[in-house]
Structure formats: C-alpha cells, structure tokens
C-alpha cells in the first residue's frame, strides 16, 4: 500500500493538502492510512466520507469512520450527506451524487480507494456493453483532481493491510447485493473466466486498459488542431492523416463549436468534406448550423436566433 501510494505521489506532487475519500471500507482505509503513512511532516491529508441515505443507520457509520479519520491523524474528517436520484439507475446515481459531493468540498487532489480489480471489472463493462475505446481505457491513475494510487494493487491486498493494522472495516451490504451488475460482475463473471482462461484474467483486463490508455490518439489531438488550423481547418493537410486520426481530429473540433458530443455521422460527413471532396453542399448540424468547405478551408457556420445557420463569410 506505502509503496503504491509513495509512487503516485512522487509522479504526481501535491501543494500542501489532499483529500481521501473514505468509506469505511478496506480499499478506503487502506489508502487513507497508507496516504497518512507516506505523506507525515509534508502534506496535510484530509477525510471525506459520503453518506448516501441508502441504508438504515448510514449517518452513524458515516460518523464512526470520520472518527477514525481523524484519530488515525487526518488534518480534518468531515461527513457529506448527498440525495440520490434516480438517473441511470442506482448505481450510476449514487456514484453522480458521491462525485459532485466529493469535488465541492475536496481540498486539493481527491484520492480514491479503487484497485486493480475495480479495473478490471470496469473494462470488462465496457467490453460487454460495446462502449467503444475511451470505456476500455478504464480509470486513469490521475484525471485531475481525482487520483487513484490503488490501480495496481489487488483487493484482496487491502484486506490484508487492514487485517495486519487492525484497521476496522465496514463491509457495505450492497458490495453483495446481486441486484447490482457490478456485483454480479465481481461474484460470478470473474470468477468464471478466471476458471476457463486459467487465471490471470483481471490483471489482462487491468494492462488492456493502461495499453489503450498509452496508445490514445486523442492525446496528439490538440497539436493537430493547431497544425491544420483551430478555427477553420486546412482540408488539404489533415486529409494527409489517417481516417482515424482525422475523425478524432474532427470530432474534437465539432464538440468544441457545438458545446457537446456529436454524432459518428456528423463526423463521417465532414471527413467527407475533408478527404472525399467532389463539390459536396455543407453538412447540416443540431441546432441549425452546418460546416461548409469554401476555397480549401472547412469552417462551422453558427445558427443565428432563429435557428439557422449564420450567412457564409467569404475568406480573405
């Protein structure tokens, strides 16, 4: 645990503070006093623990492990007390309501207690659901400000950490509930393949993720987009990039003027514009706008208030 958490912290340095996020569990207690051990005399650690109202008598547990928090030497423990909704069902609601709890108050970085099997269940979500590559990837160590030391360590090691320092751990019923995909993920799918494919199966899942992860093409994105020009792109130089990095390119570009995620075929047809030119008319957006391509140049026209794209503007 000392070790895993000494890593991410020399690859990631901290101003003063952190925050951890602890929920009385033993992957939670684990980093907690592991993040408390490694950063004595040079970063002040702070406690959040997040009651979800979702079991009788969750205030007095969330209570007991603030308690712990600070005797076991947090700067400070606090209990946020959230309302899940209902959106995406409870587990995606319960995890909307624990994040947006955890950013408003967190004090610099926030850690979180997830390990290498979280990672591989995870993914294996992903696969099962056809989410496409960003899902695949999985979580990344540090996508600011939430930190996740734990990915490379097994679940079964935290639980031995805490055994060993008598750390008390809250088994959370819900960890077992079948009604939950995750769980049901954890009991029965994992195990299953673990059988078939002779072991090995959550540490594959967890390296396809970092694999992915290292080999994203969104990370050379920007550098792109300045290349062949942010504002109106340059069809003749990014058409010389792959179909891939293209419509990465130009799905990054479209996101950015329309303020949200567009569709695969609104990008395949201004690749269109970019790489298969014969004269095509512009391709028509959400929201009245379209992107046009004039004199080699692809540019968004914007809808007016009416909601119609704005006139086209000559380039100089």
């Known amino acids: 645990m000392r070790v895993a958490v000494r890593r991410w912290l020399a690859a990631h340095p901290q101003p003063d503070e952190l925050t951890v996020a602890v929920s009385g569990g033993a992957d939670s207690l684990a980093l907690c006093s592991a993040a408390l051990l490694e950063a004595r005399g040079r970063i002040a650690v702070h406690a959040v623990t997040v009651d979800h109202q979702l079991q009788e008598g969750s205030a007095q547990r969330a209570e007991a492990v603030s308690l712990w928090a600070v005797d076991a030497g947090c700067a400070s423990a606090q209990v946020v007390t959230v309302d899940v909704g209902t959106r995406g069902g409870p587990e995606a609601a319960a995890r909307d309501a624990r994040y947006s709890a955890l950013r408003q108050v967190g004090r610099g970085d ?6 290498l099997d979280d990672q591989a269940e995870s993914v294996l979500l992903g696969l099962g659901r056809g989410s496409g590559r960003r899902s695949l990837q999985g979580m990344a160590p540090y996508d600011a400000p939430w930190g996740r030391p734990l990915l ?13 320092l ?3 751990v809250w088994d959370d019923p819900h960890n ?5 995909t995750r769980v049901r993920l954890r009991r029965q799918a994992l195990p299953l393949l673990e059988e078939i494919l002779g072991g090995g199966v959550a540490e594959a899942l967890a390296r396809t993720a970092g694999q992915l992860r290292e080999d994203d093409p969104r990370a050379d994105v920007a550098a792109i987009l300045e290349l062949v020009g942010a504002v109106q792109l ?11 990095t293209r419509r990465a390119v130009i799905k990054q570009w479209l996101d950015d003027r329309l303020g949200g995620p567009c569709t695969s075929a609104h990008v395949v047809a201004v690749d269109g514009l970019v790489a298969r030119y014969r004269g095509q008319g512009p391709v028509y957006l959400p929201g009245g706008s379209r992107v046009i391509r004039e004199r080699g140049r ?13 006139p086209r503007t000559r380039p100089t």
């Open 110 to 115: 926030v850690l979180l207690g997830h390990t």
């Open 152 to 164: 490379g360590t097994r679940r079964a090691q935290t639980r031995q950490y805490c055994a060993d």
């Open 166 to 168: 008598q750390l008390p």
């Open 176 to 180: 077992d509930d079948p009604r939950f």
């Open 234 to 244: 340059d069809a003749k130089t990014l058409a010389r990039f792959t179909e891939g």
């Open 298 to 310: 692809i540019s968004h026209a914007p809808a007016d208030s009416s909601g119609r794209a704005a």
